[in-house]
Each structure stands twice: as structure tokens, then as C-alpha cells.
């Protein structure tokens, strides 16, 4: 079946260091890869997204995303972390239909 | 250009009762998909509108349903609520019959507590 994976649940980084979170998919073709962001009680932003073309998608917020098709992943980093970026992460794809199917969530812990 | 809305913030409701939840899609789109977002569940798909129809539906009971309106908005109705149906509702937005119909924006969403 069609799935993402997000194998870190939690992860807690300084301010101004690097951040990386890891997705992987199993699909058969090139698929659809969206990265959400959720801060407490509220709904989920869109935070960038690949459809095909350039491995590299840039995103809003200064992240950005790599699509490797070897790896089946498609990981978010960003070079440096503020504290406003606490918050969850969910990675995305369509799962036939166009519904979402979401992986697990990564929480990003930012310390001072 | 106004997001997706959604309304109530937060509702609170007895088990047994019915719950309705509004939402608003984004101008110009006219699918509209639920999701319940509940703890320690993650996202869950409930929910596919377009174009007044249901397309599709997530793996939930009937008591879950809803409709799409004329002017594309939407309602989610519980009925005969569970304790279990605690969780914060999520509508989203897209285009339809394009390639961007993958690309679903998300409102802030309704709380439901069920007591």
C-alpha cells in the first residue's frame, strides 16, 4: 500500500542550528510530496510542496525539501532554526483520489 | 484572499448528541475534504466533496456525513456522538480536475470535546 513514514517522532534542536526532518515514501511512480506544519492547536500550513521537476523545492520560512528517488525520501532541513519553528511537521501524499495520507508527525523541540 | 474557514472554534458536546461543523473553502475551489485529527491517531481522511457530491469517504461509520453546498461550502455532522469522536476536525481545500487538486489547503480547524 501507498504510505509515508516519518521515523522521528520528536526531535529537539538549538536556535540557529540546522534542522533536518526525514520522510520516506513507498509509491510506485513519481509521486506527489507535500510538507505540513501544524503549531499548537491549529490547523496545518503548507510549507512546500514537489509534483515533479527539480529534486530541490524551495518553501515558505526558509525551508526546503529534497525529493530522492533512490532513497525514497524527501526530507525538510533548514539551515537555521528560530524558535518560532516549534511546532509539528507531517509529511504528506495523495493516496489515490486525492486524499492526504499523513505520516506519524516529527515534533520539533527549540531550545534556547 | 481568505483561507479556508472553519467554524465553530470549539464545540462542546454530550454523548448521544449530534455535532455540526462548517467550513468554508478557499474562493475558486470547489473540493472540499474532512479530517480528524484525534490523539495519538493522527490525520485521519473522513470526507471528499466536489461539486455538491461525496467522492470518496475515509473508513468511519455512517453516523459520520455531510454535504456540500451551491457555493461549495460544506458540513460535517456527527451523529450520536462518542466519547472517542473527541478530536480537532480539519477542513481542506483544493482545486478540482487539475494537477494542483493534490494541493489541499488546510483550515484552523474545530475542536470537538465529547463529554
Known amino acids: 500500500a501507498q504510505s509515508v513514514t516519518q521515523p522521528d517522532i520528536h526531535i529537539t534542536v538549538s536556535e540557529g542550528a540546522s534542522l533536518e526532518l526525514r520522510c520516506n515514501y513507498s509509491?510506485?511512480?513519481?509521486?506527489?510530496l507535500f510538507w505540513y506544519v501544524q503549531s499548537p492547536g491549529q490547523g496545518l500550513q503548507l510549507l512546500l510542496k514537489?509534483?515533479?521537476?527539480?529534486?530541490l523545492v524551495q518553501g515558505i520560512k526558509g525551508f526546503e525539501a529534497e525529493f530522492k528517488r533512490s532513497q525514497s525520501s524527501f526530507n525538510l532541513r533548514k539551515p537555521s532554526v528560530h524558535w518560532s519553528d516549534a511546532a509539528e511537521y507531517f509529511c504528506?501524499?495523495?493516496?489515490?483520489?486525492?486524499?492526504?495520507?499523513f505520516g506519524a508527525g516529527t515534533t520539533v523541540t527549540v531550545r534556547a | 484572499e481568505a483561507g479556508v474557514t472553519q467554524s465553530p472554534t470549539h464545540l462542546i458536546k454530550t454523548r448521544g448528541q449530534q455535532a455540526t461543523l462548517r467550513c468554508s473553502p478557499i474562493?475558486?475551489?470547489?473540493?472540499v475534504y474532512w479530517y480528524q485529527q484525534a490523539l495519538g491517531l493522527g490525520l485521519q481522511f473522513l470526507l471528499w466533496?466536489?461539486?455538491?457530491?461525496?467522492?470518496n469517504r475515509g473508513n468511519f461509520p455512517p453516523r459520520f456525513s455531510g454535504r456540500q453546498f451551491p457555493n461549495y461550502s460544506s458540513e460535517l455532522n456527527v451523529n450520536a456522538l462518542e466519547l472517542e469522536d473527541s478530536a480537532l476536525y480539519l477542513c481542506?481545500?483544493?482545486?478540482?480536475?487539475?494537477?494542483?487538486?493534490?494541493?489541499?489547503?488546510f483550515g484552523p480547524g474545530t475542536r470537538l470535546t465529547v463529554t
Open positions: 481542506a481545500s483544493s482545486l478540482y480536475r487539475t494537477s494542483l487538486s493534490y494541493e489541499q489547503y
Open positions: 514537489y509534483f515533479s521537476g527539480d529534486t
Open positions: 474562493s475558486g475551489h470547489t473540493s
Open positions: 466533496y466536489d461539486e455538491g457530491e461525496e467522492r
Open positions: 509509491y510506485g511512480a513519481t509521486p506527489y
Open positions: 504528506a501524499a495523495p493516496l489515490g483520489d486525492y486524499k492526504l495520507s
